[in-house]
Nanobody, 115 residues
Framework: VQLQASGGGLVQAGGSLRLSCATS????????MAWYRQAPGNQRELVAA???????NYADSVKGRFTISRDNAKNTVDLQMNSLKPEDTAVYYC??????????WGQGTQVTVSS
């Protein structure tokens, strides 16, 4: 499966962006879809994940600000990001899990939050 993230850009602190991940095939077979991010000099970290049943999980740093959603019919996974902070600046990647671990990585999208 191929994953393509889009929706990144430059935004001021406090602003919002909506990232979208389009896939080449059905995402229904993937119990977990997730968004990760990687800032310069940092390791890639999990931002949010969502199961096929629609149960989300968030990193503590984004709880209450980010919302992950998935549409199995459209094969898309979105990340709504509100109240953005400069520390949210990173390249964001979507991912599909296999056997409980991240397996398929898409091309990332850059998010830059200015102070």
């Amino acid at each position: 499966v191929q994953l393509q993230a889009s929706g990144g850009g430059l935004v001021q602190a406090g602003g919002s962006l909506r990232l979208s991940c389009a896939t080449s095939g059905s995402i229904f077979r993937f119990n977990v879809m997730a968004w990760y991010r990687q800032a310069p000099g940092n390791q890639r970290e999990l931002v949010a994940a969502i199961t096929n049943g629609g149960n989300p999980n968030y990193a503590d740093s984004v709880k209450g600000r980010f919302t992950i959603s998935r549409d199995n019919a459209k094969n898309t996974v979105d990340l709504q990001m509100n109240s953005l902070k400069p520390e949210d600046t990173a390249v964001y990647y979507c991912n599909a899990y296999r056997f409980g671990a991240p397996a398929y990585w898409g091309q990332g999208t850059q998010v830059t939050v200015s102070s």
